[in-house]
């Protein structure tokens, strides 16, 4: 079978423990060229995964490697650019969530990949979990009717990542963009992804540079600064040009139990993500079905081998294409726009 041929942008974290094991399993796309700004984490990845060609630029990378495609997997500041040069030199691109910084970022990412046709997905995973692809099924089939409201949380008690995710000009901003995408998604996903009219928020800077003995954390590249400027925790809400309505809260600190949980409701029945469960009626009762589907563990390689699927045939309609990772760019930004101007935001 027809193989895309992938260069890896960034070798750290993401792409080492996901998707460079991923692609070992996909059937139609390889890696065959890997950079990053840090050599010498390129070269080891390269020797880990069997990779041929490392650079240490993407610039580099794209004038010497013979790619169709990029997986950009850099810190979130390095999303917009990375993609615009890619998109210029006629590549296909896969990139890591959130999609960029700003809205502004986002859509100079449009412009380009437009211009040049490629095909874009962007990499939220939980669209490729079992738990959500089920539950898409049946919203297309209209089992839950009229979905009105949602309400997701990406609560971590203490879970703040190290290093640049805290620093505000490489990451754009805390739990919100970093975890909240998720779970936003996860619901949005499951509604229909309904157009946002209308945002309030609030975010705060309050316990995420704790202290506290015991508790893990993802580790992301040291910043030379150590900036902590980013939000701990967010809350706020979305509604959409159908009437329906989101809540959402997102933190990497908070005095509560953890909590990853996404809650759908719909006119004919709702259900939750996490745990698997259908809230409904059957002949005339209430009735609450626990579902069971196999054990996540290959969203990543379904997400890869979607896109793969989707730039080897010249498609662009990938299940998350630009438009609409503009529009998921837009509730976040909103979010923090009205956390910070203190009132609603109102989308056009
Ligand atoms: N899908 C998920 O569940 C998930 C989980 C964690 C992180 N992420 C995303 O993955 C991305 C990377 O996160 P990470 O945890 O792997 O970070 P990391 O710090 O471990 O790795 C990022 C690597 O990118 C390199 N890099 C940065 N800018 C670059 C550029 N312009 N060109 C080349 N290399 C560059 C860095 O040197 C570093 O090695 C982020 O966008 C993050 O939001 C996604």
């Not at 020797?47 to 240490?56: L, N, Q, V």
Request: glycine share 8%; charged share 25%.
């Amino acid at each position: 079978m027809e193989k895309l041929k992938i260069g890896i942008v960034g070798a750290g974290n993401i792409a080492c423990n996901a998707h460079l094991k991923a692609y070992k399993e996909c059937r139609n796309a390889v890696p065959v060229a890997i950079c990053d700004l840090d050599f010498d984490r390129a070269k080891k990845a390269a020797e880990e995964f069997g990779i041929s060609a490392t650079y240490a630029s993407v610039e580099e990378m794209l004038e010497k490697a013979d790619i169709d495609a990029v997986d950009i997997c850099t810190w979130n500041n390095g999303h917009a650019p990375v993609c615009i040069a890619a998109a210029k030199a006629g590549k296909h691109v896969l990139c890591e969530k959130p999609l960029a910084m700003t809205v502004e970022e986002g859509l100079a990412m449009k412009a380009a990949i437009d211009e040049a046709g490629v095909t874009f997905h962007l990499a939220v995973p939980s669209r490729f979990g079992y738990p959500n692809m089920y539950l898409r099924e049946l919203y297309e089939a209209g089992e839950f009717g009229e979905v009105y409201y949602a309400k997701t949380s990406a609560i971590r008690r203490r879970g703040t990542p190290t290093g640049w995710f805290t620093d505000k000009k490489t990451s754009g901003g805390g739990p919100v963009i970093d975890i909240g995408v998720h779970r936003i998604d996860a619901a949005w996903y499951l509604m229909g992804t309904p157009k946002p009219v209308r945002v309030s928020a609030n975010v705060f800077y309050k316990i995420g540079d704790y202290q506290t003995k015991g508790v893990g954390r993802w580790q992301g590249t040291p910043c030379p600064d150590n900036q902590f400027d980013c939000e701990d925790a967010g809350v706020g809400i979305i509604h959409f040009e159908n009437g329906a309505t989101m809540l959402i809260e997102a933190s990497w600190a908070l005095n509560a139990p953890p909590k990853e949980e996404t809650l759908i409701c719909g006119t004919k029945a709702g259900a939750t993500v996490e745990p698997l469960v259908i809230f409904g009626e059957r002949a005339g009762h209430l009735s609450t079905d626990e579902i069971t589907v196999f054990p996540q563990n290959d969203k990543f390689k379904l997400e890869i081998e979607h896109f793969a699927e989707h730039a080897l045939k010249g498609s662009r309609d990938t299940k998350y294409p630009i438009d609409q990772a503009i529009t998921m760019q837009r509730m976040l930004q909103a979010m923090y726009d009205s956390a910070a101007q203190g009132k609603e935001i109102v989308l056009e």
